[in-house]
């Protein structure tokens, strides 16, 4: 059974702070996936990871993967207050027809000014 | 642009009554999904439906069941409801399924609150 683990579960960070938040999962899989929710909020596509040694950046945030290691990490570089959410990582399941995503336990983000 | 549209938004229910979820996916999108989160909670897979065939399912209790119509929206209904079912049920749709091998992205619904009292 795939378990997906992030940490930290809660992470306060000040303005302009550089962090990463990690995402851990226990079996082989080839989609890795970020999102943003707001509180009460639906779930914001961030990033798609398909590849051992994926990278990729939007804005403040860059995502990676490492399949071998079954990790993937969402940096956060110069952090604002316009970052503060929930954050999720969920991987396919795989074998289905379609995406059965596991979702870890996720990461509330709060920045301070 | 488009996104996936759910109904109702809210719902309040008493217990061992019935509630129906809409879901209206992105056009052109033939797989929805249906997740339910928990207050605190992340996100638990209930079902999903490609080409309006049943394709996986989760963690969905037997008192649930769903179904994608011809024009490829879904509904979820629930029967009985307990106290436990209170949660926020998303539903999300994509492009194509993983057969097809293209990048499918999960793109979620605003949800739908349901509280059972």
């Known amino acids: 059974e795939l378990k997906v683990e992030q940490n930290p579960l809660f992470l306060s960070m000040q303005e302009g702070k550089n962090y990463t938040i990690y995402c851990n999962y226990s079996t082989t899989s080839d989609r890795l996936y970020w999102y943003r929710q707001d509180p009460g909020k639906s779930l914001e596509s961030l990033f798609v990871l398909l590849s051992n040694g994926a990278v990729k950046q939007e804005g403040r945030l860059m995502a990676s993967l490492d399949t071998k290691a079954r990790l993937s990490t969402l940096h956060i570089t110069a952090a604002v207050h316009d970052l503060s959410a929930t954050y999720f990582c969920?991987?396919?399941?795989?074998?289905?027809?379609?995406?059965?995503?596991?979702f870890g336990t996720g990461t509330l983000l709060a920045v301070q000014p | 642009a488009a996104g996936v549209i759910q109904s109702p938004r809210h719902l309040i229910k008493e217990k061992r009554e019935t509630a129906t979820l809409k879901c209206y996916p992105i056009?052109?999108?033939?797989?929805v999904y249906w997740y339910q989160q928990g207050p605190g909670q992340d996100p638990q897979f209930l079902i999903s439906f490609y080409e309006k065939m049943q394709s996986d399912k989760g963690s969905i209790p037997d008192r649930f069941s769903a179904q994608q119509f011809s024009d490829y929206h879904s509904e979820l209904n629930m029967s009985s409801l307990e106290l436990g079912d209170s949660a926020l049920y998303f539903c999300?749709?994509?492009?194509?399924?993983?057969?097809?091998?293209?990048?499918?992205?999960?793109?979620f619904g605003p949800g739908t609150r349901l509280t059972v009292l």
């Open positions: 969920a991987v396919d399941e795989g074998g289905g027809a379609t995406n059965k995503l596991i």
């Open positions: 999300a749709s994509s492009p194509q399924s993983r057969l097809a091998g293209r990048t499918d992205t999960q793109y």
């Open positions: 056009p052109r999108h033939d797989t």
